[in-house]
T-cell receptor
Framework: EAEVAQSPRYKITEKSQAVAFWCDPI?????LYWYRQILGQGPELLVQFQDESVVDDSQLPKDRFSAERLKGVDSTLKIQPAELGDSAMYLC??????????????FGPGTRLTVL | KQEVTQIPAALSVPEGENLVLNCSFT??????LQWFRQDPGKGLTSLLL?????REQTSGRLNASLDKSSGRSTLYIAASQPGDSATYLCAVTRETSGSRLTFGEGTQLTVNP
């Protein structure tokens, strides 16, 4: 069964360091999402891509976060510099197409980030 | 701004019981509503998706209903099992902005053997 892949699964870093997360969506899925989930809360969208274009990055802290999906397939989310408040689960999801009427989102296993 | 609320925050039931989880949303202009399951420290597993034109969806022992006008959805789990223990999240997409999901904070379910 097709799955969303993410790496690493766990990352421990010190504040002020740079970290990067990678996501490979389900093959053929044009839309890719990065969500952040703080412990005990629901996920919140950071950035959304349709192919290689950013559709929504209104809640991405652009002074320290960046995201790219250069070839419209896999994606990288970067934080530089990391802060203590960035400790969270970072979830990647994909769906068939933004314009589809049945746009079910499928999530990867997530990357658990701990900033010390 | 869309707000999604899930009640109760936590629920503990004996094995075999039928149960209902509740989800409410403040803006009825939604496109889809999706229910997810999340095991501790894991990603989200999609359970059911209901389009705004639909009233309910069923998968095995799960049944989700949607009342868009009143801003409510329920997830019914029949004959609960210890393996159903997890956090259940509901999420909605806005009608006008594509498919960003707005999540509730979840209901933590424990099914006791």
């Amino acid at each position: 069964e097709a799955e969303v892949a993410q790496s690493p699964r766990y990352k421990i870093t010190e504040k002020s360091q740079a970290v990067a997360f990678w996501c490979d969506p389900i093959s053929g899925h044009a839309t890719l999402y990065w969500y952040r989930q703080i412990l005990g809360q629901g996920p919140e969208l950071l950035v959304q891509f349709q192919d290689e274009s950013v559709v929504d990055d209104s809640q991405l802290p652009k002074d320290r976060f960046s995201a790219e999906r250069l070839k419209g397939v896999d994606s990288t989310l970067k934080i530089q510099p990391a802060e203590l408040g960035d400790s969270a689960m970072y979830l990647c999801a994909s769906s068939l197409n933004l314009l589809s009427s049945y746009n079910e989102q499928f999530f990867g296993p997530g990357t658990r980030l701990t900033v010390l | 701004k869309q707000e999604v609320t899930q009640i109760p925050a936590a629920l503990s039931v004996p094995e075999g019981e039928n149960l209902v989880l509740n989800c409410s949303f403040t803006d009825s202009a939604i496109y889809n509503l999706q229910w997810f399951r999340q095991d501790p420290g894991k990603g989200l597993t999609s359970l059911l998706l209901i389009q705004s034109s639909q009233r309910e969806q069923t998968s095995g022992r799960l049944n989700a209903s949607l009342d868009k006008s009143s801003g409510r959805s329920t997830l019914y789990i029949a004959a609960s099992q210890p393996g159903d223990s997890a956090t259940y999240l509901c999420a909605v997409t806005r009608e006008t902005s594509g498919s960003r999901l707005t999540f509730g904070e979840g209901t933590q379910l424990t099914v006791n053997p």
